[in-house]
């Protein structure tokens, strides 16, 4: 075995699908010294915790903190929690994380209606309205923003809708949480989830979730055990509430590290953070046009976090994505699934969507792409971007 | 609301049941800048903290390293894989760890048979036998180190004795790996997890778990599929094995604190940190002795990592152990289930355990008892642990 050294990884931008980059006070939370999980002192920054994730769902929820894993343990959670055996769910499907919710349900003994879509495509009011009316379903989950597509599934008016049906409404928010707007309340969301690693740019290992009154009463009612032990909010919320009674032991740094995470946040804004987002989307996406690059999602519904874009016809997919991180040092993502080789995904969120990342990444695509003999006009999308900043 | 500061925790000395304190390096690391969860420097970190946790748990097993969660989702692991729907599991109850296991297998669909003994006690193997031979379980689920008890199961003979009923063993580790001699593969050990903020005295959120061959066997035999897709390990195996095929982002910080974590522990040496746990193990008995404070577990099986006492008669749990923490910054835990009021825990585990911490606890221990009146000779504790020493 050659010998394990000291841990010296290379700078990195990290543009892809997440972790995205984290901020140096996020970092330095994270070397705090720990106190106990039942540390009075703990308690309290829990509490902290938890006032600042309701900030930031817009949720007056009792039940709001981070579950122990990543976002994907978040779906999980809402699934498991919310659904027995036989209860009907109708998932929407037009990416992989519509699919991967559609299997967690599966497996929680759900009856699943999937509705499926184009990848890249979002669903319509209508078309929802119909499947709940024929199947009626327990819950309804679908994706605010699908990662694997960056399609930005318009969600303000879901939770009514659902709420006529007597359907609670999950909503997977892992890609859209303080970067675009998200409204627990506002929106009438029954159960969210998200993950800490994309807009919040806390590093990954935590799952924000937060249920509403109505969920809760739906849980309340359950006949049968919650499957996972470990997910279970009955027991969960035990130590996060006022009981404050042992369940298992939290991840005490990766909870110093959202709370100043969120912190940073609410010290910018979740408005102007939404701005921001937004600001250096525009700016990447004039830079790629120029390029003559396209966006892989419908128009008109294309997330400003996470730019996935068709691969240009003559630029070989491994090779610009080996070369943006062998020699800038430069992470994007690949494709998933049907966009596999197809896509590249890059993420602008949290402390990674800034203009100078934007800037640089276009100047170190236009390289990669004169080395492989792509045909585009030199400097253009550097320029488109510069100017729409301006 | 009150506004959020900059995090402030007090100094603490954490001789609880867990987190322990952890060492400086292991903090750096956790504020080391991120790689992407797929960038092949971070991949290379993976196959370097599986390495370091092959040698930690003294195996061959391909199939090992840390689960994204806390320990209580190692133990969820292990049992969702390993059981069906159905299959019989003996569970050994003797402390919380032990219903807890119990409780997941249910939920799991497991047809458990429990085998119950005191609080404090171990199992024989000869009533092990008889149970085995019994039931004929597929897997019989027992806790290494107690730590709700302090008790320590000889577990030397364990794989032994299970596979001539072939039945898997399935050893809970949390609060005996890196602190006592575990030796998955010389045992026969077919499941195993642990936890990180233990032994290892890395922060809390990483469950190594460990399969055998035969484990895994038995998972390439399911004929249903694992109810958590999270904890899926024939999903979860495809990104720590070769394929690096995504399933959900690891969390990049909490591996790169392992990984420093092992590092510590393997430049000590396993022997040499295990002969430090039982020195210090015994001079807080010694010291305690001499304070005439008695220990939960039975004699001869004590655990050096995890010392539960007997609270002393006139002692008051809650106010000595505010008193600790206020005025010493010393945590210790209070009792669970059976034991709520009736015991302390004592954690000498990884980094806390020290000599250092072994005297400043009795010194302060001895202040408290002394302030509440309790009879004992003053100073006695404290020169009784250092004679120890000598």
Known sequence: MAPINQLNPSPRVLLGPGPSDVHPRVLNAMATPLLGHLDPQFLEIMNEAQELLRKTFRTANRLTFPVSGTGSAGMETCVVNLIEPGDRMVVCVNGVFGQRMKDVAERAGAVVTPLDKPWGDIFELDELRQVLQKVRPKVLGIVHAETSTGAWQPAEELGKLCHEFDTLLLLDTVTSLGGVPVEVDGWGIDAVYSGTQKCLSCPPGLAPVSFSTRAV???????????????????????????RFYHHTAPISMIYALREALRLVHEEGLEARWARHLRNHKALKAGLAALGIQYAAREGHQLPTLNAVLIPEKADDLATRKQLLSEFGIEIGGGLGDFKGKAWRVGLMGYSSRANNVLLFLAALEQSLATQGVPFSRGAGVSAAGQSYR
């Open 217 to 243: 009463e739906a849980m309340n009612r359950r006949k049968s055990r919650v499957q996972s032990w470990y997910l279970d909010m009955t027991l969960v919320q035990r130590y996060w509430g006022e009981e």
